[in-house]
Structure formats: structure tokens, C-alpha cells
């Protein structure tokens, strides 16, 4: 039986880019085939548990805006929640969702509390899997909300917070591989520090590589064939945040074996607080072979903050599309919105139209990045801007044969002198202004 919470909605449908329903899908048809292969199992998209069912619209300067009868404490507010939860996820027919054990379940006054109401709302959406086509993107562990997190979870200073944080995600591994989750995510939120005068590097680099061997380990002995996927982030709440970015997480992976085992999840607004564009990241994560999944959201690019918006730009979502679809497509990953609406937005309707908007925004990207891969052109401008290196003396270069004091005879003797070429990015970005 239907909470009632969304009215009488049923699946929202597609009426083409003509339409001028407010909750209709105008470019995203699941069904449509773009590389060969249909739309839904392109973009794989998951809603948040976090930002639309637990997320309440407060900020640092005013409490909750948004009402929702499931806002409580108890089990049954947990399984209302799971309720609506599942009809939001039917409406819009995202095939996947994501949560943290914090969104799902009751906070306990203890781990093993915690643990029996985690493992509760596991078999609750076990039964509503079972009986609608939802499942499960990513599972995780919330070790950055609750006051025993402040300093760190495997980075604090104190070892009982880390056996209580390495036993919690035990706990949300195991949910997640008994959920079919297809990847289990870690999120360093406190992994960081507020000041580095009382914090000692050196221990917390330790303290979290022991943390992701054990959490490796674990997925081995349990037969989980999920990613583990970091997601990075450069700072909020912390001042500095460990994952700072893609490059940071490489580093942290090689330092501690793990470059073969482990992968990343980028998120728009993450990539654009530390410095760089999403594209940039996902690129960076295509190069190094540790590209797993997305969170699309976008930030204010005014406010500087981690605002967690549902996308609305076409172009920055291309690009995105398009080095995922050069890194080899989502494969276990997918598109989780990780976005929550604007404290104004009261709305059970505003609720849909954001997660609509923002598969219709990733729809036309996506298309419009099949279109540049189909096309070519970008590929064999930047292939042809490289060509030197694909035979003779670019090989001999890399071949590891010669030494500097070779390559000062090579120099001399074929009196090289480059003749500097144009890089043309104008031209590059107008050949991208054709498909977006
Ligand atoms: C926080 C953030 C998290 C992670 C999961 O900025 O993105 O919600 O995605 O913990
Ligand atoms: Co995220």
C-alpha cells in the first residue's frame, strides 16, 4: 500500500523534448539506444538515502525547513522511511539507490545497537528489492556525523575510535555485499585535521592504509565482488582532508599497495573545491586505471561552498560523460546524485523535478558526448597533436635505451632544432561547441 507521501504518482514517463509536463522526462528515454546500448545502462543512475530522505534543510543559520512524518527515532520511522524512500526511487525509475547506515537506521546508544538496527533495515530492503527492480549502487559507513568521529575515524588520534570505526564498517561492508550492493564506498570525512600543530602526519598516513588494507581484506574473505571505491575531497568539515583530490588518493593507494585494488569516486563538487574541473578529475582517474563511479552534483561556483546541487549544465556534463565513456563507461559504478534541494523547496514535487532535471541535464551530456566519441574528431585531433611519439624517435625516447649523454649525440647528429606548433585550443574547443 502507497504512503501517500508523493499523491497518486505513478512512474513518471517520458513525453520527448516536447512536453510541457512539469514532472515528465523530455530527454532521458531509458530504453534509448546511444553506443549500442540503452540510456539506463549507460548512466546507471542511483538517488541519495541521505539528501532525500534523511536531510531535513538546515544550515548554520536556521534549523529544519523541510517536514517529513518519518523524522524520528524509532524503527517505524526508519521503515516509513524506506517506504517512501522506494516509491521515490519507482517514480523515477532509478534503477539504483545508495545510503550510509546512519541514513537507514536508528542511531543506537551502542555498536551492537547499532548493529541490530542496521541489520533490521537491511532485511526491510531486502524484502522491497525483492519485490520492485531496485537495487543497490553503494553501501557505506557514516563515521563523520556522530561527536565520537570529531578527530578522525581511522585517523584519530585515539585506537578505541578506530575499532569502533573498522567494526561499524565491517557492518556496512557486510550489509551491502548481503544487499547485492555493486560497490562499497569510504568517505574521509574528519580524515583530516582542523590544525596540523596537533596533528602528527606520519601515524594518521598509517593508521589510514591499515584501515583500507583491512577493509580490502575483508571484501576478499567475504567474496564481495563489488569496487571499493575513496571518494576524494580537499576540505569541509575538515580544514584538510587526506583525499584531497584524485592525484592525493593515487599516492596514498601506491604508498600502501592498494593502486590494483582499490578505485575512486569523483564527485562534481569535490573535483571543483579542490581546484580542478570534474572532467579534469575523471580524466586523471581514466589515465591512472582507477575510475570507478561518479556523484553528480554541482557546487555555486559564487558561494565557494559544497552547496550539493542537482546539475543543470549540459556542456560540464559532456565533458564528464565523455572521458567516463573514453575511461570505458560506468561499468560498476553509476550516476549517484548525491544532491539535496534548496531548504526553500518544501515540496514532495520539488523532491521529483530535481531528480527529473537532473537525468534529463545527464541524458542530453551523455548523448552529446556519444556524439564526440562517435564522431572522432576530438580523439584524432589530440592523437595526431601526439603522433611523434608513436614511432621512431619518440619510442626510441621512452624505450629506456638511451641516456642523456645519447640523446646529446642524438641532438647533435640530427641537428634537431623543434619548430614550435600551435596547440589550437580555440579550435579544440569549437569542435566541442558542435556537440554540446
Ligand atoms: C560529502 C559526500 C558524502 C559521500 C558519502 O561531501 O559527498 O555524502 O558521498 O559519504
Ligand atoms: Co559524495
Known amino acids: 500500500m502507497s504512503t501517500g ?3 497518486d504518482i505513478g512512474r513518471i514517463p517520458f513525453e520527448g523534448a516536447d512536453s510541457d509536463a512539469t514532472l515528465a522526462f523530455r530527454h532521458y528515454d531509458p530504453d534509448e539506444l546511444v553506443l549500442g546500448k540503452r540510456l539506463e545502462d549507460h548512466l546507471r543512475f542511483a538517488a541519495a538515502y541521505w539528501h532525500s530522505l534523511a536531510w531535513s534543510g538546515g544550515d548554520p543559520f536556521g534549523g529544519p525547513t523541510l517536514e517529513r512524518p518519518w523524522f524520528g527515532d524509532s524503527m517505524a520511522d526508519a521503515k516509513l522511511k524506506a517506504d517512501v524512500a522506494f516509491e521515490l526511487f519507482e517514480a523515477l525509475g532509478v534503477p539504483y539507490f545508495c545510503f550510509h547506515d546512519a541514513d537507514v537506521r536508528p542511531e ?13 533495515m537491511v ?16 553501501g557505506t559507513a557514516n563515521l563523520f556525523s556522530h561527536r565520537r568521529f570529531m578527530a578522525g575515524a581511522a585517523t584519530n588520534p585515539d585506537p578505541d575510535v578506530f575499532a569502533f570505526s573498522a567494526a561499524t564498517i565491517k557492518t556496512c561492508m557486510d550489509a551491502t555485499h548481503k544487499l547485492g550492493g555493486e560497490n562499497y564506498v569510504l568517505w574521509g570525512g574528519r580524515e583530516g585535521y582542523e590544525s596540523l600543530l596537533n596533528t602528527d602526519l606520519a601515524r594518521e598516513d598509517a593508521q589510514a592504509g591499515r584501515m583500507l588494507n583491512l577493509v580490502v581484506e575483508h571484501k576478499h574473505k567475504i567474496g564481495f565482488k563489488g569496487a571499493i571505491l575513496i571518494e576524494p575531497k580537499p576540505q569541509e568539515p575538515t580544514k584538510h582532508q587526506y583525499d584531497y583530490d584524485v592525484a592525493s588518493v593515487y599516492g596514498f593507494l601506491r604508498r600502501h599497495g592498494l593502486e590494483k585494488e582499490v578505485q575512486v569516486n569523483i564527485e562534481q563538487g569535490h573535483a571543483i573545491l579542490a ?57 560498476s559504478g553509476g550516476t549517484n546524485f548525491d544532491a539535496r534541494l534548496r531548504r526553500q523547496s518544501l515540496d514532495p514535487a520539488d523532491l521529483l523535478a530535481a531528480h527529473v532535471g537532473g537525468m ?27 603522433s611523434g611519439w608513436d614511432d621512431g624517435r619518440g619510442q626510441k625516447l621512452l624505450s629506456g635505451d ?25 579550435i579544440f574547443e569549437n569542435l566541442v561547441n558542435r556537440y554540446v
Open 108 to 120: 543506537g546508544g551502542s555498536f551492537a545497537e547499532n548493529t541490530r538496527n542496521l541489520e533490521e
Open 275 to 331: 581546484g580542478h574541473s570534474f572532467e579534469h578529475e575523471i580524466a586523471l582517474a581514466g589515465a591512472l586505471d582507477i575510475f570507478g563511479s561518479i556523484d553528480m552534483n554541482r557546487n555555486d561556483y559564487q558561494s565557494g561552498w559544497d552547496t550539493d546541487q542537482f546539475p543543470n549544465n549540459v556542456p560540464e556534463v559532456a565533458l564528464a560523460y565523455y572521458y567516463i565513456l573514453k575511461a570505458g563507461g560506468l561499468t
Open 402 to 426: 638511451l641516456s642523456l649523454d645519447d640523446i646529446v649525440a642524438l641532438v647533435e647528429e640530427e641537428d634537431i632544432n623543434p619548430a614550435p606548433r600551435s596547440g589550437q585550443q580555440e
Open 5 to 7: 507521501f508523493f499523491g
Open 123 to 138: 532485511d526491510y530492503f531486502g524484502q522491497k528489492m525483492a519485490s520492485s527492480s531496485v537495487k543497490l549502487l553503494w
Open 360 to 386: 534529463d541535464i545527464c541524458a542530453r551530456g551523455l548523448k552529446a558526448a556519444a556524439r564526440m566519441i562517435e564522431d572522432g574528431a576530438l580523439e584524432a585531433a589530440v592523437a595526431s597533436r601526439y
